[in-house]
């Protein structure tokens, strides 16, 4: 029988060196109790733990995985760019290949700027909005989660949820931030009409409460709104970029920001983010303009690479089959949820995908998916990412461990 000794006794380092013993708070298992599996490796639609154990995997390193883990072309890819060197500090041609191939899946993206993370891109759109429109204030969403910059971390998702907001953001910095319920678009409206508002900022999918789909009309009301009332509307697509269609929610529900924030699969699970929209708008960042950002790594090529890899195997028959290997999941998910009579409901968007357990019965379901060798993300509020490399029989093997694990877990 295998033991977690490996897991364990690394995870005892980690906590005399880590807060919490890791790196990003979600990973410690605080809201389903135990202890991470500390991983080793991974290759396609599974991690290694350190204790040798195989796990399928839906964390999918929270999105960048969208080929599946060590994907043939992204490893070579950046092997190539890692022998001519791993950061320069200077314009280089992989940040202006992979630019390119974003602005041809998204071509409301005139001008775009790279950085390092999903955070940096949000707090530079929001930072570019107000300069834009020369007003303070902005409208997220309750329940939105878009990187732990201070003005951002006002009501987050995400590991967060369910705070007003972290302990040492400033009432200061906390002030100009409004929020609205998600899919609620007379609050914005009422926000909009009362307060000088520089942009409004959501994830077009909400992905840090679960998956929540917006509700029809939702998206475009948002648009309608802000231009109405001289706003900007700002796209968080760090999580739906490149996921739910390649040209992102803007894409699949026909509606275009003027700013859009970008990372994850851009960088083939390397450390990226970007942020662009509007020419006119994006003028205004430095050294065109006087909206001070940079990063030493910025446009790092190996980041870049990665990125650029990746999106080439992005096809569309790549999109059928995420879009079919999520529907399949969700309807086994459902008829599980059936059999073991189990008041789950799931939602779902393309590859996107949360089964909402009752309340409290979320980390008995956990445990018993991971005891069957299966990984979820370890929080009810995080989504699970389906795979190019999940196939049909890692679906049907989840659904099988699900129905016994619903069983299990306290209806
Ligand atoms: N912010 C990520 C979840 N929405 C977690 C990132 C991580 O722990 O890797």
Known sequence: ????????????????????????????????????????????????????????????????????????????????????????????????????????????????????????????????????TGRDAFVKMAGGYHGHADALLVQPGSGATGMPASAGVTHGAARDTLVAPYNDLEAVEALLRTHGVAAVIVEPVAANMGVVPPLPGYLAGLRELTERHGALLIFDEVITGFRVARGGAAQRYGVIPDLSVLGKIIGGGLPVGAYGGRADVMRLVAPEGPVYQAGTLSGNPLAMAAGAATLRQLTPETYERLEAAGAHLQAGLDEAARTAGAAVRTARVGSLLTAFLPDGAFPGFFHAMLGARIMLPPSQHEAWFVSAAHSEADLDATVRAARDAMAVAPA
């Open 1 to 132: 029988m295998r033991t977690l000794d490996r897991s364990a006794e690394l995870m005892e380092r980690a906590a005399g060196l880590f807060p919490g013993g890791v790196n990003s708070p979600v990973r410690a298992f605080g809201s389903v109790g135990g202890t991470p599996r500390v991983i080793e490796r991974a290759l396609g639609a599974r991690v290694w733990d350190a204790d040798g154990t195989e796990l399928l995997d839906y964390v999918g390193s929270w999105g960048p995985m969208i080929l599946g883990h060590a994907h043939p072309a992204v490893v070579a890819a950046v092997r190539v760019a890692a022998e001519r060197g791993t950061s320069y500090g200077a314009p280089n041609a992989h940040e202006v290949d992979l630019a390119e191939l974003i602005v041809e899946a998204m071509p409301h993206l005139e001008r775009l700027r790279f950085v390092s993370s999903g955070t940096e891109a949000a707090m530079s759109a929001i930072r570019l909005a107000r300069a834009a």
